[in-house]
């Protein structure tokens, strides 16, 4: 009684406050999380399913709209969703990483209060602890356009989500036992396409319409390549950026990123597979899907069409050509080139150098040399709170430092305004992706070798895109430039699950003086407190 009781709380606060002030339209969602039974290759796992669901519901908003998310955790650990790309701003209270928040304990809910300010594009949501991203959870989250904003392009017929990735026959508790006991997890079982093994899913069209596909690798451990028999992509959308409008027979997406990609049904009518498979990777995964003619003649035929498979510099030069529309709008009515990201000086430059280590006689791996572990309690709760003792600032350097790894609470201080210079440096041979939470960043930069100041003569300064997630290939760099315009405790990680579960992570503390609404919104009266946490009142400080 007392959580439900809770909830509608909330609910009232905030349509009262909707009522009042005529803000931005709210949408609300009410969802639990439970185990259940499911079989996407075949084997039956134990999943985590939303309403029911694997994957979970989709979340269809508009820019700046208000969504209540209220989640029941009805597992027997504890749980958190966090939100892939959405910047949270102002706001890194809702992000839902355990820097940030306490986990939703069993039997227990906890609503999420966010707005998707000045956003569009496709993006994910998924469950941020103990692997649990290896069990489901995840789904597509998408934020259209005003009405008054032009897009450009026609509206599509229709509008697909599709979450492809890497997957395993263990349950996440398995997986989780592996890399607790030291070990690295083992190659993947097989690629799933929304929840389904091959040919497990069909996607409908009309012969002569255009269709919107928005694309996101929701995988663990490997980048994939995806393409559609007979087919050709025309990119419009990375991340939350119009892209320029570049075609392509094939699209390689690394690990957490999103694409859209309009595919007009211009064939023949019969049916198409639509194929992802693995790159980078001796052993190669594949699986299809159906793309269905409504009038379809005929069932596939022939081969799936096969893709690339370990080649770098094919991809790389892909990458390469992705870039922004300068005339486009955003979720805002001004070009997106009105914003000249390349003739900004950079205050600060951090370089980022990802290694695997031994640390104890077990796996793990580090960024700079610190192999992140969780702290007792939130970093975010215990900076407010003021609790000594539970990260310290400067305990991860701007720079690789060359020595022996090892573990530790790492949280950088950075300066809210700031325009900040990232490189990311892997002398590994195996290919990175990393994301930071709260922000965009400019892609200037990716090249083969050791980064050096040289480099910058190179950098695209004009039309690069900006996105939330990007990959640095082997024995390469990728060097971003990140306007630190929004407040707050934000995670920088590796997109690789592997890798962040064992430490490829750390927190970025943007900070501002001001102690302004301007600048950051107040703890949240429903924020959940645990660990050193426990004791200290939010409801007091908090008012919304």
Known sequence: MGEHTSFCSVILVVLLVACASGEDPYRFYNWNVTYGDIYPLGVKQQGILINGQFPGPQIDSVTNDNLIINVYNSLDEPFLLSWNGVQQRRNSWQDGVYGTNCPIPPGRNFTYVLQVKDQIGSYFYYPSLALHKAAGGFGGFKIASRSVIPVPFPPPSGDFTILAGDWYKKNHTDLRAILDGGSDLPFPDGLLINGRGSNGYTFTVDQGKTYR????????????????????????????????????????????????????????????????????????????????????????????PGGPTTQIDWSLEQA??????????????????????????????????????????????????????????????????????????????????????????????????????????????????????????????????????????????????????????????TAVYVPLDNVGMWNIRSENWARQYLGQQFYLRVYSPANSWRDEYPIPKNALLCGRAVGHTAHALGSR
């Open 320 to 477: 390469r050509s992705i870039r922004r529309n300068l005339t486009a709008s955003g979720p805002r009515p001004n070009p997106q080139g009105s914003y000249h990201y390349g003739m900004i000086n950079t205050t600060r430059t951090i370089r980022l150098a990802n290694s695997a280590q031994t640390i104890n006689g077990k796996q793990r791996y580090a960024v700079n040399s610190v192999s992140f572990i969780p702290a007792d309690t939130p970093l975010k709760l215990a900076d407010f709170f003021k609790i000594s003792g539970v990260f310290s600032l400067g305990s991860i350097s701007d720079s690789p430092t060359g020595g022996g790894a090892y573990l530790q609470t790492s949280v950088m201080a950075a300066d809210f305004r700031g325009y900040v210079e990232i490189v990311f440096e892997n002398s590994e041979d195996s290919v990175q992706s990393w994301h930071i939470n709260g922000h965009n960043f400019f892609v200037v930069g990716m090249d083969g070798g050791q980064w050096t100041p040289a480099s910058r003569l190179n950098y695209n300064l004009r039309d690069t895109i900006s996105r939330s997630t990007v990959q640095v290939y082997p024995m390469s760099w």
């Open 213 to 304: 596909l928005r694309i996101s690798n929701v995988g663990l451990t490997t980048s994939i390549n995806f393409r559609i028999q007979g087919h050709k992509m025309l990119l419009v959308e990375v991340e939350g950026i119009h892209s320029l409008q570049n075609t392509y027979d094939s699209l390689d997406i690394h690990l957490g990123q999103s694409y859209s990609v309009l595919v007009t049904a211009d064939q023949p009518a019969q049916d198409y597979y639509i194929v992802v498979s693995t790159r980078f990777t001796s052993q190669v995964l594949t699986s299809t899907s159906i793309l269905h003619y409504s009038n379809s003649a005929g069932s596939v035929s022939g081969p799936p």
